[in-house]
């Protein structure tokens, strides 16, 4: 065997050994555990209320959209948990134009942002036992001044995919949270 082909052997068996060293330090996420309560199981304490924006205003729908998206990824389809905690979401979003078309003057691709603050809040003694940021940017273009309601739906898709990653963004700190206990 050439010399390449030793070295090229022992990293193999290095890298090998490592992993087969590391291998019992790490456990699924959402796997039960020996006592019989998982992550999901934590998951489904946590009470969404409402998110606090006047009616009938695009930030309510906003805010419905993000509670629901949340709702899906932390219950899925199951109900009938207590809940021992509550989650207050706060968020304000914005738009700003990154393309100018230099005839026109009209933007031709904007960017669209919600950056959110939340809350965990205990229900039991009203303590609050973690709070966060976060933040999504999406862009989106506009097809021309003519197609207006091009412009409005990609508007929308915007919202509703920067809503969509919110509620990931939440999801994921909420599981890391009950899953380390801290």
Same mark, same amino acid.
């Given at each position: 065997?050439?010399?390449?082909?030793?070295?090229?052997?022992?990293?193999?068996?290095?890298?090998? /050994?490592?992993?087969?060293?590391?291998?019992?330090?790490? +456990?699924?996420?959402?796997?039960?555990?020996?006592?019989?309560?998982?992550?999901?199981?934590?998951?489904?304490?946590?009470?969404?209320?409402?998110?606090?924006?006047?009616?009938?205003?695009?930030?309510? %729908?906003?805010?419905?959209?993000?509670?629901?998206?949340?709702?899906?990824?932390?219950? $899925?389809?199951?109900?009938?948990?207590?809940?021992?905690?509550?989650?207050?979401?706060?968020?304000?979003?914005?738009?700003?134009?990154?393309?100018?078309? !230099?005839?026109?003057?009209? !933007?031709?691709?904007?960017?669209? $942002?919600?950056?959110? +603050?939340?809350?965990?809040?205990?229900?039991?003694?009203?303590?609050?036992?973690?709070? $966060?940021?976060?933040?999504?940017?999406?862009?989106?273009?506009?097809?021309?001044?003519? +197609? %207006?309601?091009?412009? /409005?739906?990609?508007?929308?898709?915007?919202?509703? %995919?920067?809503?969509?990653?919110?509620?990931?963004?939440? +999801?994921?700190?909420?599981?890391?949270?009950?899953?380390?206990?801290?």
């Amino acid at each position: 065997m050439s010399l390449a082909r030793t070295r090229i052997a022992v990293r193999l068996l290095a890298v090998a /050994a490592l992993a087969a060293l590391t291998a019992g330090c790490f +456990q699924p996420m959402y796997a039960e555990h020996a006592d019989g309560t998982g992550l999901r199981d934590k998951l489904l304490t946590v009470d969404i209320p409402p998110i606090d924006k006047p009616n009938a205003s695009q930030e309510a %729908r906003l805010g419905v959209e993000i509670r629901n998206a949340l709702a899906f990824k932390l219950y $899925g389809n199951a109900t009938g948990a207590p809940p021992l905690y509550k989650l207050i979401i706060r968020f304000s979003s914005s738009r700003s134009s990154l393309i100018v078309d !230099p005839n026109t003057g009209l !933007p031709t691709s904007e960017n669209y $942002g919600i950056d959110a +603050q939340f809350n965990l809040v205990e229900i039991a003694t009203d303590k609050s036992v973690m709070t $966060g940021t976060t933040f999504s940017h999406v862009s989106y273009d506009i097809p021309g001044s003519y +197609q %207006r309601f091009a412009r /409005a739906r990609a508007i929308r898709d915007a919202e509703d %995919r920067s809503a969509q990653e919110i509620a990931e963004h939440i +999801q994921t700190r909420l599981a890391s949270y009950f899953f380390t206990g801290s």
